[in-house]
């Protein structure tokens, strides 16, 4: 374990479907993301949080939508996706927002859009 | 936009050979660049970093060395082992984020 957990690792759902996932870290750190990793793609950020506030939103489609309750926790909710959609979502952490320090990443949720 | 990119998307090895990982890089403000390693079912993990007032950097059998004249990140592994079988990938910090390439998928035989 990272120290970063991810749940469910595994989804599967239809495109009229609402679904969240969900991550949790551990490490004390004051910065989450989430982030998209397509097939033969590099991986792609799509939200920032800084101290529970979001500081990034990166041309993100409005059928997923970031949560961040408290510093240690960071959901994204999931509505009407596209099978384009199905990808793995990764969650990663990191002591603060913009500074040089590597990322702490979960085992990410692979999620097929049928 | 820029972006970090790597030569190949493949490389296999022997086991106990040397293996270099390159990757180019187009944004000459970055100053902050990052090795991860992803295995099958698991998130990237990191592996080694470097800032930009270096050009070089050791760890624990891995080296890597950055050349900002040309714009070059390279990792090196020594003595390739069966468990370093992955996917790698370099990164940079651009602004406030960490932008990935597309990862180098190692493959080592025995």
């Known amino acids: 374990e990272t120290g970063v957990t991810q749940t469910p690792r595994h989804l599967v759902m239809g495109m009229t479907n609402k679904k969240s996932l969900k991550c949790e870290q551990h490490?004390?750190?004051?910065?989450m993301y989430w982030y998209k990793q397509s097939a033969k793609k590099p991986l792609e950020l799509m939200f920032v949080?800084?101290?529970?506030?979001?500081?990034e939103n990166n041309s993100v489609p409005s059928r997923f939508s970031p949560e961040c309750p408290n510093s240690s926790h960071l959901f994204l909710h999931l509505h009407t996706l596209q099978p384009e959609d199905s990808a793995l979502y990764l969650c990663a952490s990191s002591q603060v927002w913009g500074g040089s320090y590597g990322y702490t990443f979960g085992s990410g949720t692979r999620l097929t859009v049928v | 936009g820029e972006s970090v990119g790597l030569h190949l998307p493949t490389l296999s090895v022997q086991e106990g050979d040397n293996s270099i990982i390159n990757c180019a890089y187009s944004?000459?403000?970055?100053?902050?660049f990052i090795w991860y390693k992803q295995e099958s079912g698991k998130g990237p993990q990191f592996i080694i970093d470097i800032r930009s007032n270096m050009d070089k950097r050791q760890g624990q059998r891995v080296t890597v060395l950055l050349n900002k004249t040309v714009k070059h990140l390279s990792l090196q592994i020594a003595a390739t082992q069966p468990g370093d079988s992955a996917v790698y990938f370099c990164a940079e910090l651009e602004r406030t984020a960490l932008i990935f390439g597309k990862g180098t998928t190692l493959s080592v035989s025995s």
């Open positions: 949080y800084s101290l529970e506030e979001r500081v």
């Open positions: 490490l004390g750190h004051n910065a």
């Open positions: 944004n000459s403000a970055s100053d902050y």
